[in-house]
């Protein structure tokens, strides 16, 4: 068992040993990219495809991060909402899996905001002494995260671009010119796009006024029959979570396990990374989730659990994302951020930190430091 996997708990996701080779110290790369997840994975892609000398590299196993964890509800826009710049990010997800044949189980039916407030069709749930309702359906649906990570990760490889596991990146020189310091090397590439999600702030410390690191919570039951997921209303198949507090957000996978997610434990990530979900505020976050979900509907009260974990995540103070070039240093590109609104959000991202350092295309300067 991966060893994130052994603190941090394991998601149901199948992730793979991707192709990952000894560095080189004579890789003389145009870009490089820091971070194995979705926003990294994309950023080679795309980056390679361009012709540029990429390399992608990763602290510990590709997938360590949010991208491998995460619930794999793809949504539209950022966590504070549909903004300029993020508003077509389900059909750039969509085209790229389908150009590139990612079998991911993308599948984009919709998404229902719930409350625990408001006018609405009432849900099968009890939480917090009432029933949940849904409001509205939006745009969205469901992809298996790992999967869909695993694809462009091999695209970025038939592409050209290098994936090296297990080195991170101990510090960036951004002046005069981008510097990588990897065990036993010094990198110096053209560019850089820093996609290390909640570990962004510890390679760029200006980041942190804005954006808190956290690990957030969620488990998977046994799989449901037909019966048991009619009686607990998710039958449809369509994801949710709710636009009020307190937060519960959810989705059924392609065997009928459900998995509901929710809880916050902040802290620096180097903390983060050394929590273990067996023990103390984290075991107590996701006790309280587990209950929570036994509480919802009598057809859950009893259910297997058949995995907890959680992961990392990087919360903005205003739910923006970070996609900028650092001020006074444009070579350097940063992408993160997404305030637990990332699937379809990274992909774009590091869609767009390719075609600005390719093609000079400006980026909106989402929270630059
Ligand atoms: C439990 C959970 C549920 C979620 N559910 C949803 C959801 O349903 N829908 C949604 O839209 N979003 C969701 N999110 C958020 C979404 O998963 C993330 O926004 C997205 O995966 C971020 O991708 P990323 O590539 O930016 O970051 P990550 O996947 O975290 O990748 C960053 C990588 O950088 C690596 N790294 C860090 N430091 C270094 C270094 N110094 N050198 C080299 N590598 C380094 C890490 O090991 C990590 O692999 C969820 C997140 C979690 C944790």
Redesign the pocket.
């Known amino acids: 068992m991966d060893r994130m996997d052994r603190i941090w708990g394991a998601p149901p996701w199948r992730r793979e040993n991707a192709a990952a080779r000894q560095l080189k110290a004579s890789a003389w790369p145009e870009v490089a990219v820091?971070?194995?997840?979705?926003?990294?994975a994309s950023a080679a892609y795309h980056l390679a495809r361009r012709g540029l000398r990429t390399i992608l590299?990763?602290?510990?196993s590709l997938?360590?991060?949010?991208?491998g964890?995460?619930?794999?509800?793809?949504?539209e826009g950022v966590a504070a909402g549909v903004i300029e710049g993020a508003s077509d990010c389900l059909s750039t997800l969509a085209a790229i899996v389908r150009e590139e044949r990612i079998e991911c189980g993308l599948s984009l039916p919709g998404c229902w905001e719930i409350a625990h407030r408001g006018e609405g069709v009432e849900l099968p749930w009890h939480d917090e002494g009432g029933r949940l309702r849904i409001l509205r359906t939006v745009a969205g649906g469901t992809v298996d995260p790992a999967a869909l990570l695993f694809g462009l990760l091999r695209a970025a490889l038939r592409a050209g671009a290098e994936v090296y596991e297990r080195?991170?990146?101990l510090r960036i020189a951004t002046r005069p010119a981008p510097a990588l310091e990897v065990p036993g090397a010094m990198i110096n590439p053209g560019a850089v796009v820093v996609?290390?999600?909640?570990?962004i702030g510890?390679?760029m410390p200006p980041v942190r006024a804005r954006m808190r690191s956290a690990l957030?919570?969620?488990c998977a039951t046994e799989r449901l029959g037909p019966d048991a997921l009619i009686a607990i209303g998710l039958e449809s198949g369509l994801p949710f979570y709710t636009v009020d507090t307190p937060y519960l957000?959810g989705r059924t996978t392609a065997d009928g396990q459900a998995i509901f997610?929710s809880g916050l434990v902040y802290g620096a990530a180097a903390r983060l990374a050394r929590i273990d979900v067996g023990a103390g505020e984290a075991k107590l976050a996701l006790d309280r989730l587990e209950a929570r979900v036994r509480g919802l509907n009598p057809a859950l009260a009893q259910i297997r659990v058949a995995a907890r974990w959680?992961?990392?995540?990087g919360i903005t103070d205003d739910l923006v994302p970070i996609l900028c070039r650092m001020p006074g240093a444009p070579e350097t590109l940063i992408a993160?951020g997404?305030s637990?609104?990332?699937?379809?959000m990274?992909v774009k991202a590091g869609r767009m930190a390719a075609a600005a350092i390719a093609e000079g295309v400006a980026l909106p300067a989402w929270g630059a430091p």
């Open positions: 820091i971070g194995g997840g979705l926003t990294g590299l990763e602290a510990g997938g360590d991060g949010a991208s964890r995460t619930g794999g509800l793809a949504l080195t991170p990146v996609a290390a999600n909640a570990w510890e390679l957030t919570f969620a957000w997610g959680a992961g990392p995540i993160g997404y637990g609104h990332g699937v379809a990274s």
